[in-house]
């Protein structure tokens, strides 16, 4: 579930009357990031087939066909 807080409440002060909106994980590691992700893609629109990856402490893998999202994570390594 995404969450909204006014941002005076969490301690910023940039702006009179702002909003910090929090994107919901998908499921286990496939976080709020991926999500801003898919929605920056509009992938619940997209028509084809594509590969959204996001590549950070975890990775997160999003294979999209005809409107159908399917989502993977897995630990990323650091060398």
Do not use: Q
């Amino acid at each position: 579930m995404a969450l909204d807080y006014k941002a005076r409440d969490l301690g910023l002060r940039f702006a009179s009357g702002a909003y910090v909106h929090l994107l919901p994980n998908i499921a286990g590691y496939v976080g709020g990031d991926h999500v801003a992700v898919l929605l920056a893609l509009k992938a619940a629109g997209y028509k084809g087939s594509s590969w959204a990856l996001d590549i950070g402490t975890n990775t997160e893998v999003s294979l999209i066909d005809s409107s159908r999202i399917s989502s993977v994570s897995c630990a990323s390594v650091g060398l």
